[in-house]
């Protein structure tokens, strides 16, 4: 099995969403487009990526939304060393089609006190729901180290969500360690390299907004 040095995790830039979330009731989400804001944070990303990387291989996948796509765009990366791949299954969390504001806002705040993980949006999907097709986008993973020549880098361009639950089945973290988590920053990466002892280490914590409130002793 080739498993890969490095599996470098991204958020996509800022987005016209994040500025201002009227643009739900006008546009898909889907379609949104990152900010000139959100295109510079991509580029800087794109550099620290080219450093990391150097000349080796990536294997690329993105989530089919347009701001993930400019992302991976703006970070210039060698075409003649990336294989690029869309993958559905690391798309944001659904919340429903046309969204209207303040049905949205209300539901966040339903969310916030029922919790991000079991909460479902009513038209859309709970945590819950994206960390079951995130898990199974990681298991497609696995078999594809089973190629000998598979390249020594993986980079992953999706959502903040995406990416914490991404970590949370890869390291086995609780519901509960999941919760006290806060999300990355626009154009954020975490990295999971892989070690001398053959286990993968997050090169940097995500941060908490708060402590972990475990139900039991799994916590």
């Not at 900010?35 to 690329?60: C, M, N, P, W």
């Not at 993980?117 to 995130?134: I, K, L, M, P």
């Not at 972990?212 to 799994?218: A, F, N, Q, S």
Request: aromatic share 12%; glycine share 8%; hydrophobic share 35%.
């Amino acid at each position: 099995m080739a498993r890969p040095r490095r599996i470098v995790l991204v958020r996509h830039g800022e987005s016209t969403g994040n500025v201002d979330d009227t643009v739900y009731e006008r546009e898909p989400d889907h379609a949104l487009a990152l900010t000139d804001r959100g295109r510079t944070q991509a580029g800087e990303t794109g550099k620290r990526l080219r450093e990391v990387f150097g000349h080796e291989r990536i294997s690329v996948y993105v989530s089919p939304y347009r701001r993930t796509h400019e992302t991976l765009r703006a970070f210039h990366l060698d075409p003649e060393l990336i294989r690029i791949r869309e993958e559905p299954r690391l798309r944001e969390q659904d919340w429903g089609n046309w969204q209207d504001r303040d049905d949205v806002r209300l539901q966040k705040a339903y969310r916030d006190a029922y919790g991000h993980f079991f909460y479902r949006f009513a038209q859309g999907e709970s945590g819950a729901d994206v960390y079951d097709r995130v898990g199974n986008f990681l298991e497609s993973l696995f078999r594809s180290f089973e190629d000998p020549d598979h390249p020594p880098n993986v980079l992953l361009v999706t959502h903040g969500l995406a990416m914490r639950l991404f970590c949370m089945r890869w390291f086995h973290w609780t519901v509960a360690e999941f919760e006290s988590l806060s999300n990355p920053g626009n154009a954020e990466m975490r990295m999971l390299v892989l070690g001398a002892d053959g286990k993968y280490a997050l090169d940097r914590p995500f941060e908490r907004w708060r402590d972990p409130e475990p139900y039991g002793i799994t916590g």
